[in-house]
T-cell receptor, first 116, second 109 residues
Framework: GAVVSQHPSRVICKSGTSVKIECRSL??????MFWYRQFPKKSLMLMAT?????????EQGVEKDKFLINHASLTLSTLTVTSAHPEDSSFYIC????????????FGPGTRLTVL | GQNIDQPTEMTATEGAIVQINCTYQ??????LFWYQQHAGEAPTFLSY??LDGLEEKGRFSSFLSRSKGYSYLLLKELQMKDSASYLC??????????WGAGTKLIIKP
């Protein structure tokens, strides 16, 4: 099956610092990658959709300058949380799909971000 | 607006059968997914239905009725490891996944 990795799995940082999370499709080329955040006991909230080589499409209410997404290749997308604050603490999950249209999303293991 | 409804929490006994329902109202329909998510982990794919009827896969089955905007996930011979949240998600006309809030399933011995 398709494998997606995420790094780091857990990060603790001080308020005001920036944190980069990497999402990699290990055995397939992902045309589209998705970034989600999830609060405890809540469902996934889509933050943005990114296609390789183009700008990410952000969901309403998600600050693009706060959450920088780069999808530089067909196997790598990065999410940078800039000037992190405690309210940014959350579980961030990426997923990847082979193409647009119907496609099962393959999820990474998630990154637990804690901002002190 | 788009909406996915599923129960917040269900409890069942080890070895028994449980049915988790999901109703949806979305702009268009291109399929319905069920995912399993253990606490602190990312979701894992269980099933995909795009046509009406029942899809069986081992102990898990998923049913879809497009005319009723309804699906269910049926889990048989429940095991303790089945304790998890089960997420229903619909692919809308823009091929965007609309997620339900998830059903937390508690399995008791």
């Amino acid at each position: 099956g398709a494998v997606v990795s995420q790094h780091p799995s857990r990060v603790i940082c001080k308020s005001g610092t920036s944190v980069k999370i990497e999402c990699r499709s290990l055995d397939f080329q992902a045309t589209t990658m998705f970034w989600y955040r999830q609060f405890p006991k809540k469902s996934l909230m889509l933050m943005a959709t990114s296609n390789e080589g183009s700008k990410a499409t952000y969901e309403q209410g998600v600050e693009k300058d706060k959450f920088l997404i780069n999808h530089a290749s067909l196997t790598l997308s990065t999410l940078t949380v800039t000037s992190a604050h405690p309210e940014d603490s959350s579980f961030y999950i990426c997923s990847a799909s082979l193409a647009s249209g119907y496609n099962e999303q393959f999820f990474g293991p998630g990154t637990r971000l804690t901002v002190l | 607006g788009q909406n996915i409804d599923q129960p917040t929490e269900m409890t069942a006994t080890e070895g028994a059968i449980v049915q988790i329902n999901c109703t949806y109202q979305t702009s268009g329909f291109n399929g319905l997914f069920w995912y399993q998510q253990h606490a602190g982990e990312a979701p894992t794919f269980l099933s995909y239905n795009v046509l009406d009827g029942l899809e069986e896969k081992g102990r898990f089955s998923s049913f879809l009725s497009r005319s009723k905007g309804y699906s269910y996930l049926l889990l048989k011979e429940l095991q303790m490891k089945d304790s998890a949240s089960y997420l229903c998600a619909v692919l809308d006309s823009n091929y965007q996944l609309i997620w339900g809030a998830g059903t937390k399933l508690i399995i008791k011995p």
